[in-house]
């Protein structure tokens, strides 16, 4: 791993004691102190994974354009400077509060699956599962699509203004970033082999180094046809017969009609109320109302008098996760193909039926339904922004396995995504793979309001770790009292092996795996292994986490992920 700030058990092994109720500490006295302060504005907030995409945010809305204008140019910068996590060849989704009208929208722009691909040539194959990489796990990228429906509702500067300055990046260069180089430097030994790839995203056959420069005159090209002709410069004009062509000629199946035929959704954003806090997600085919599960389960337990890192708190969070994870597996799918009773699910009746299985003394080791095979080496940006005139976006794009499926058609300068692994290869399953369908999604954009008023603007990608983090961050805040950064810096908690929507129908049968951060104290994890539960000190699976919130006294507070390279800044 990159060298990044002390982790909380480098602390305890110089001395310094560590609380177990807060999130970081002061390296000099051990007092409780997050790894750095929030960060307050008058006007504008933005805060991403990338330095200079956060800047460019700012220079949108300085320029007048609107929070979504600044959230469209931040997230084309991070796919030209983070293309280990997102890209114009993936998905997104967003959740947007427009002061105007006082209300929250939502948009999925996640893709469908090729026309051409069916289930029976997956049998004639002779797979039981969706390749991680090439080109059978491709599907049509939605993010191109989401940039304009969102832009067209809410933005006020031009599409060609917002995508300039990557446009620039990308041809005079920028220097790379230490978190983004590690995790290039692990992405070509497995994507190189896919044709497009090692010519447009190493430097002489490696990935770049920390601080040297990276240029993509392709993506120039690309993002500067999208500003001239707009989205369907994209979906319907060269770009997308370049893809159909190359598709065709590596035994792929995406095609040109495929490109011309997406279009995204707005969708209504769905809540729960936690302690007099409106939590809102996305409804399926993503997982947030896994969030709003966990949530519910634990608001009949007093976790605040228990305390942050007790063996209670997290004993009946591991448990919460398992019960609304089992219903994830059971539910979660494209909507068109297996509409989920949300409504139900996300209800507090259903949750106290469901809470009845937790018990306070024993680790769960089977819920119901069974648990397909967990799928946890994706990797997305998140990101958010505000404006002057009160709008928020909370975005979130990927392109799911890190830099996607290694296949970059030539001369486009970016990889498309390979969320087609997350279908299930058997007919009977919510999931399972058809043609023209969108696959269960991970990636989520969370946000929360209180009495009406937006609050709270957030994010943790990551994977199966995301309801996970967005619980944990609503959690931090409200019960144990956490300021905004150190909610994100606290040790996270992620539980493993559970049931999850894609793969083979593999059972838990064990308990999975409680993989607990550097600064739980050791008698916690002994309670924990007393209740029955394995625990394990993972090495970095715990996500990444971005916040913007309204501040009472007026203007916004922004905080970042302490464990990536960004930052949160305002003006």
């Not at 999130?23 to 006007?43: C, K, L, M, N």
């Not at 180089?181 to 190189?192: K, T």
Request: aromatic share 10%.
């Amino acid at each position: 791993m990159p060298r990044l700030l002390p982790s909380l058990l480098a602390l305890a092994m110089v001395g310094i004691t560590m609380p177990t109720t807060v999130a970081a500490a002061d390296r000099i006295t051990g007092q409780p102190f997050a790894t750095r302060s929030e960060v307050y504005a008058p006007h504008a907030m933005a805060a991403t994974s990338h330095p200079l995409a956060t800047q460019i945010a700012l220079d949108t809305m300085k320029a007048g354009g609107s929070a979504v204008d600044a959230a469209i140019a931040a997230n084309a910068a991070l796919g030209l400077m983070e293309p280990t996590g997102n890209g114009i060849g993936g998905d997104l989704f967003a959740i947007v509060w427009d002061p105007k009208t006082k209300r929250l929208y939502g948009y999925d722009g996640s893709g469908r699956s090729p026309r051409s691909l069916t289930l029976a040539e997956f049998q004639r194959r002779g797979l039981t599962d969706i390749p991680s990489h090439g080109p059978l796990p491709v599907t049509v990228p939605g993010t191109v699509d989401g940039w304009f429906a969102l832009h067209a509702r809410f933005g006020t500067l031009t599409m060609a203004e917002n995508l300039a300055p990557t446009i620039r990046y990308a041809r005079e260069g920028h220097p790379v970033h230490e978190v983004i180089a590690y995790y290039w430097d692990r992405s070509v030994p497995r994507l190189g082999k896919w044709p497009g790839f090692t010519e447009q995203f190493t430097i002489d056959g490696r990935a770049p180094r920390t601080g040297e420069t990276w240029r993509n005159p392709n993506l120039a090209d690309t993002l500067q046809a999208i500003a001239d002709g707009g989205r369907d410069a994209f979906y319907k004009g060269d770009i997308a017969r370049v893809i159909g062509d190359y598709f065709a000629a590596n035994d792929g199946f995406l095609s040109y009609d495929d490109m011309a035929a997406h279009t995204g959704n707005w969708v209504e954003p769905v809540s729960t109320n936690y302690r007099g806090v409106d939590v809102w997600e996305l409804p399926p085919s993503g997982q947030g109302i896994a969030a709003l599960q966990i949530l519910n389960l634990l608001e009949p337990y007093d976790l605040k008098s228990y305390g942050f890192g007790s063996p209670e708190h997290v004993h009946l969070f591991v448990e919460a996760k398992k019960l609304a994870f089992a219903d994830r597996a059971r539910w979660y799918a494209d909507p068109e193909f297996h509409p989920a009773p949300v409504a139900r699910l996300i209800s507090k009746e259903y949750a106290r039926e469901r809470g009845a299985l937790i018990s306070m003394d024993t680790a769960l080791r089977e819920v119901q339904p069974g648990t397909p095979k967990q799928l946890d080496e994706g990797d997305t940006i998140y990101l958010t922004t505000a404006d002057a005139d009160g709008m928020m976006v909370s975005l979130i794009q990927s392109n799911y396995r890190g830099m996607g499926s290694g296949m970059a058609p030539p001369g486009l300068g970016f990889i498309l995504q390979d969320r087609g692994e997350q279908f299930v290869l058997r007919e009977d399953h919510p999931n399972a793979y058809a043609p023209g369908k969108r696959p269960f999604h991970t990636i989520i954009p969370g946000f929360a309001t209180r009495d009406g008023e937006p609050w709270l603007s957030f994010g943790v990608m990551g994977g199966a770790m995301q309801p996970q983090g967005h619980a944990q961050i609503i959690i931090n805040m409200v019960d144990f009292g956490m300021n905004l950064q150190e909610a994100g810096d606290a040790p996270r908690i992620q539980h493993d092996g559970s049931t999850d929507p894609a793969g083979q129908a593999t059972p838990m049968t064990d308990g999975g795996e409680v993989d607990l951060e550097s600064g739980f104290a050791y008698g916690t994890v002994r309670a924990l292994m007393m209740k029955g539960h394995s625990v394990r000190f993972a090495h970095g699976p715990y996500g990444g986490y971005q916040a913007i919130m309204k501040n009472p006294h007026g203007g916004w507070i922004g905080a970042s992920e302490s464990r990536k390279d960004g930052h949160a800044a305002g003006y």
